[in-house]
């Protein structure tokens, strides 16, 4: 099933929150993204982060700074998902909407 | 962020996949959403359709046949998910052809 291989690129907890905040700002630094998505530990960005570059979704630039900020924008391929996010996004909130109102 | 709440809704393993099969045929028996969803066991179907009932995308009727047989179908907030299931899988397609591509 491809759907299934959308979901294995898009899964587990943070995934979709770590895309959705580079895909928002289009160029996101490391520390940035650490605190858009609430919760994650600097461990598992690093992890996921690296699962997505791996799937050619995102591309990783060290920046000569100092101290070094290594900062992360989508490939071409990631923004492909901009429209899937979207339409995430405003699904989430309209079924937030519907189970809320039948509580 | 709102994205989450549908990760939350649509993440695992299996939950698209079944939503997929009950979406692609309107009304599906256990039975044959077993065979459509490869790899996945009796235990882990009942507990996945048991949380997709709770969160209002589905419907389960007992159908008094011999011997009983249950069937689902989308709820119309479960139908809100179809463009999102056919947006996933056309995802999923372009996904697995481009990485494949680079190999």
Same mark, same amino acid.
């Given at each position: 099933m491809a759907v299934q291989d959308s979901? !294995?690129? +898009? #899964?587990?907890?943070?995934?979709?929150?770590? +895309?959705?905040?580079?895909? $928002?700002? #289009?160029?996101r630094r490391f520390s940035d993204i650490l605190? !858009?998505?609430e919760g994650i530990s600097n461990k598992m960005l690093s992890k996921e982060l690296k699962e997505l570059e791996t799937n050619k979704l995102i591309i990783r630039t060290v920046l000569n700074t100092q101290p070094?900020?290594?900062? $992360?924008? +989508?490939?071409?391929?990631?923004?492909? +998902?901009?429209?899937?996010?979207? #339409?995430?996004t405003d699904w989430g909130i309209a079924h937030r909407k519907k189970i809320t109102e039948q509580q």
């Open positions: 979901m !294995d690129v +898009l #899964n587990g907890k943070w995934k979709i929150s770590i +895309l959705s905040s580079i895909c $928002y700002y #289009n160029k605190t !858009d998505v070094i900020t290594v900062q $992360y924008e +989508l490939t071409e391929h990631g923004l492909t +998902l901009k429209t899937l996010i979207k #339409n995430l």
